[in-house]
């Protein structure tokens, strides 16, 4: 058995924030992680001739966290590509315009759907603080935009815009996500959509979790698959699938909510949490890079909602093809090896297209995650959110499901990570039972 003051079970961004704070003020870290390499959700892979990231991507200065710690490590952003023509589907009606006609199109209708978003969270990273919240928190982002009464071709076009935002169906998502999403931008709408997909991590994703992890001195045990995890008033013991234990006096569970049931804890997380996690999230969908033949004007293209793929756009051209990054609300609906399955959903939405390989990775089927990025369903917010960031004892959870600003973001992950470090470190202060002089806290 190995012993450490902390024990971070999970390498994304929270767990690798975590254990980086925890081991640079003085604690003992153990980092356990199930896969073969790091950085949870995001995964930069080479595919289709170049690095591709078949997971989480945007950054944005409106973002605290992920900014701070690009900047911490000297990591610039890299613009994404601006677009030339657009494409959208109404019913069986094709329309073409401008990237700029097609964001007056959305303009009015989400002015209209988020007009109350700083009124709901006047305070965007304190989300509970408006007991008011309580009562939308039932209402789905679908109820939402009927609301508005729109004319059919707006009222469309803005629900496969939301369906993109969510990854998910509409029909239980949570409008207060939306709201918050805007909130946390400032009550701007246009500025969270830039935000939402305008910046990338020069050298990716994996260059920022790397330098994070580079910065640590945890140690990182890759291939862990934990089995279980037992604690009573002392420690909390970690037992992997292949009979390694691992003993602690706290712990970080830094998973996605909705592999939380799949470990066996004892005692067991509370009701509220576990109810959570079978639950889990509404993002189920796909991403999904598909390379076509030919140099292709830089695109945008929406489909309908329940579209498999129901947005593209042209991501990298190069001399004599393009690479497009396709999402759709139904990772079942979506091969993501299968070339013949990507030409007849993009035959439903941009004709005339030659597909010639495709690259991607079901978050949806793989166990250690079993969702895409965290988006709520409706009731997650006032019924859970609490419960969850509340400690079990010596565990605590950490994870962008958990934060209180851009959930559903890398920026969310640090946020959470830092906090969880945080409240570790202040119970590893204040244990009767430890035999080490308390280190400098996190801070």
Not at 96 to 111: F, H, I, V, Y
Not at 379 to 404: M, V
Request: charged content about 20%.
């Amino acid at each position: 058995m190995e012993t450490s003051d902390v024990i971070v079970i999970g390498a994304g961004f929270a767990g690798l924030t975590a254990a980086r704070e925890l081991s640079r003020s003085g604690y003992t870290t153990m980092l356990l992680e199930a896969k073969d390499r790091i950085a949870g959700r995001t995964h930069l892979a080479e595919r289709l001739g170049r690095n591709l990231e078949l997971g989480g991507t945007w950054v944005h200065w409106t973002q605290p966290y992920v900014w701070a710690e690009m900047g911490r490590y000297g990591i610039k952003a890299l613009p994404g590509p601006e677009f030339t023509k657009a494409l959208w589907t109404v019913g069986s009606q094709r329309h073409e315009g401008t990237a700029e006609s097609l964001m007056e199109l959305l303009d009015e209708p989400n002015r209209l759907l988020l007009a109350d978003s700083r009124r709901y969270f006047p305070m965007p990273w304190s989300p509970l603080d408006n007991p008011d919240v309580a009562d939308i928190d039932g209402l789905t982002l679908s109820e939402a935009i009927e609301r508005l009464e729109l004319p059919d071709d707006q009222r469309r076009l803005l629900r496969s815009f939301w369906t993109l935002n969510f990854n998910g169906r509409l029909d239980q998502a949570a409008y207060t996500q939306a709201l918050r999403w805007c909130a946390v931008a400032s009550g701007d709408w246009q500025l969270m959509f830039e935000a939402c997909a305008s910046f990338k991590i020069d050298g990716g994703t994996h260059r920022l979790a790397q330098a994070i992890l580079a910065d640590s001195t945890a140690e990182l045990r890759l291939n862990q698959r934990v089995a279980s995890i037992d604690q009573d008033d002392h420690r909390v013991l970690v037992t992997t699938e292949a009979g390694k234990q691992y003993a602690a006096r706290q712990l970080i569970l830094a998973l996605p909510l909705s592999v939380l049931n799949y470990l066996e804890i004892q005692p067991a997380l509370s009701p509220g949490k576990r109810e959570a996690a079978v639950k889990g999230q509404a993002g189920r969908g796909a991403k999904l890079w598909v390379q076509v033949e030919g140099q292709q004007e830089r695109f945008v293209a929406f489909g309908p909602e329940s579209a498999a793929l129901n947005f593209v756009q042209a991501e990298y051209i190069d001399h004599d093809t393009t690479t497009l990054v396709c999402f759709g609300p139904d990772a079942g609906a979506v091969d993501v090896q299968d070339v013949a399955g990507a030409q007849r959903h993009l035959n439903a939405l941009v004709p005339g297209l030659t597909v010639l390989d495709v690259a991607g990775h079901d978050w949806v089927a793989d166990e250690h995650a079993r969702s895409t990025w965290p988006m709520h369903y409706t009731g997650y917010l006032t019924r859970y959110l609490a419960e969850l960031q509340r400690p079990e004892g010596r565990i605590r959870l950490a994870g962008s499901d958990f934060a209180n600003g851009w959930g559903g973001f890398i920026d969310g992950a640090i946020e959470s990570g830092l906090d969880a470090a945080r409240h570790a470190a202040s119970a590893l202060g204040s244990d009767a039972t430890s035999p080490l002089q308390a280190p400098a806290a996190v801070g």
